[in-house]
């Protein structure tokens, strides 16, 4: 019986298996689907499948960036444990992929995952692959590119790869003559986690849902009606420092802002800079990750 792409694209969504794997195995069954399973199940290729259910909240992340810096990416990949996080082969493949991110022209997840990955076919088949002979669930979660005219992106990894930053400025500097300010201000997003670079960047209906609240809390802590929107104003400002990068207070030295010494690095090399933006990944930043009763799960392995 002849193999069709059909049936082969079939074969893969059940069993996780990779492309190749798939349409050998129909061969070997002659068309057979269910004998196909059975295939891949005594190759041990079809495991992966089995492991998709499992939560994958540790991994890695890193970055890339090209030759004069004009262009960076970054990607997180996910495992299950942080024992796979430090294998060796996961770290090349995490690397490899802030490199493939970087080179390539994908605008999405599904673009990106189809596209080719070294003699392994596509990077969804090599990420098969890397499920079946590490042992965990893994997932390629998410990748930004970053390419604008006219800027240098510089950036930073915390914790073994735990957190990741690019920080892009505006500027006609060279790479190597921001990187350490650069690096400075990676740390900074990495270490205070801002939501904006600038209030600029403040969505107005946030900035009213905030008024609101506050507003509220004054009125509930019993002060004055005439004076709360002085206070709220007050408070407002302050909220905003807190979470915009360029009005927060310099980890490194706390007697200025971020702008601040942003601007003093550009008089020192004599060449304007500007923060135009950021990006910062957290491994596992927004995944439920399951409680498991410690006990049960014990008893569940023994049987009882």
């Known amino acids: 019986m002849a193999v069709t792409a059909a049936m082969v694209k079939e074969l893969r969504e059940m069993t996780g298996a990779g492309m190749m794997d798939c349409k050998k195995a129909l ?3 002659d068309g057979d689907m ?3 399973v059975e295939v891949l199940r005594e190759k041990g290729l079809s495991k992966a499948a089995k492991k998709a259910g499992r939560i994958a909240a540790q991994g890695l992340v ?9 262009e960076a990416a970054v990607v997180e990949v996910n495992s299950e444990t942080d024992f796979v996080a430090k294998n060796e082969e996961f770290i090349g493949f995490v690397k490899n992929l802030a490199n493939l991110a970087l080179t390539s022209s994908a605008s999405d997840m599904d673009a990106f995952m189809e596209l080719s990955y070294e003699d392994e076919g596509t990077v969804k088949d090599a990420l098969t692959n ?4 590490i042992g965990e669930n893994m997932n390629v979660r998410r990748f930004k590119k970053i390419a604008e005219a006219g800027t240098r992106n510089i950036g930073y990894i915390h914790g073994a790869g735990k957190i990741a930053v690019i920080v892009t400025f505006k500027t006609e500097a060279s790479a190597d003559e921001i990187a350490e300010m650069g690096k400075d201000v990676a740390m900074q997003v990495a270490s205070m986690n801002p939501k904006y670079v600038s209030e600029a960047e403040v969505d107005p209906e946030f900035i009213e849902s905030e008024k609101h609240i506050l507003v509220q809390q004054a009125l509930n802590e019993g002060k004055p009606a005439d004076i709360v929107e002085k206070m709220v104003i007050g408070r407002l400002k302050k909220e905003l420092k807190e979470t915009c990068l360029l009005d927060q207070k310099f980890v490194k030295d706390n007697d200025l802002t971020v702008a601040q010494y942003v601007q003093n690095c550009a008089k020192a090399i004599g060449k304007d800079i500007e923060v135009a933006g950021m990006v910062r990944y957290e491994v596992g930043e927004g995944i439920e990750k399951k409680e498991e009763n410690f006990a049960e799960e014990v008893a569940k392995q023994m049987g009882k």
């Open 27 to 29: 061969t070997e069954a």
């Open 130 to 133: 890397k499920i079946s002979k």
């Open 62 to 70: 890193d970055i890339a960036f090209n030759a004069d810096a004009s």
């Open 34 to 36: 269910d004998k196909a």
